[in-house]
């Protein structure tokens, strides 16, 4: 069974930083289109970052410049890094990957940015 396991969470003061990962396994990783999505209570999971297999890059005006998605194919794994964190970027973060009408999601991981 195809398993994407997020990591990096957790409480961070506004304008601090903080790296996500997520762990593919079972999937030829390589192949996938792979995307960062993000969720509060009450509201739609959002687009936050998304990286093609290819190495194409896409962000929402919200968090262009602030944050950095990447992957590394040899190590299955995908990235998210978040610099000059705001309180509005508190949410739940989940790892998306898609290939030809497949599309596996991760557990999610809380990340808090709060003084």
């Known amino acids: 069974q195809v398993q994407l396991v997020e990591s990096g969470g957790g409480l961070v003061q506004p304008g601090g930083s903080l790296r996500l990962s997520c762990a593919a396994s079972?999937?030829?990783?390589?192949?996938?289109?792979m995307g960062w999505y993000r969720q509060t209570p009450g509201k739609q999971r959002e687009l936050v970052a998304a990286i093609t297999k290819g190495g194409s890059t896409n962000y929402p005006d919200s968090v262009k410049g602030r944050f950095t998605i990447s992957r590394d194919n040899a190590k299955n794994t995908l990235y998210l890094q978040m610099n000059s964190l705001k309180p509005e970027d508190t949410a739940v973060y989940y790892c998306n990957a898609r290939f030809s009408g497949l599309d596996y999601w991760g557990q999610g991981t809380q990340v808090t940015v709060s003084s």
């Open positions: 079972r999937i030829i990783f390589r192949l996938y289109d």
